[in-house]
């Protein structure tokens, strides 16, 4: 299994080639995409780009962590505050 070199959070982690940016997130052991206006953390919930909880900043974008595959040098934040 090949692994890629990325930026969660600020800090650099490896992942497998191949797994999306909420797969990333989950073998993170934080699993959550994004901080919710109530200060709850939101997690992806369907999966497939409809629900919108899983929003994340990708190298500067908002994009879904369910729909995006990583790739080597990306930089992701969560969105929302904490």
């Keep these: ?5 990325l930026t ?6 490896q992942v497998p080639e191949g797994i999306t940016v909420a ?3 989950s073998l993170s052991g934080q699993d959550y995409c994004r ?3 109530s200060q ?3 997690a992806a919930f369907c999966g497939m780009g409809v629900c919108q909880e899983c929003r ?5 974008e908002q994009r879904l962590a369910c729909q995006t595959l990583c790739q080597p040098e990306m ?4 969105s929302g505050n904490k």
Aim: charge should be positive; charged fraction near 20%.
């Design 23 to 25: 797969a990333a997130l």
């Design 40 to 42: 709850q953390p939101r």
């Design 56 to 60: 994340v900043i990708i190298d500067g």
């Design 75 to 78: 930089r992701i934040e969560r």
């Design 8 to 13: 969660l959070a600020g800090q650099p982690y």
């Design 35 to 37: 901080i919710s206006v």
């Design 1 to 5: 299994m090949k692994l890629i070199s």
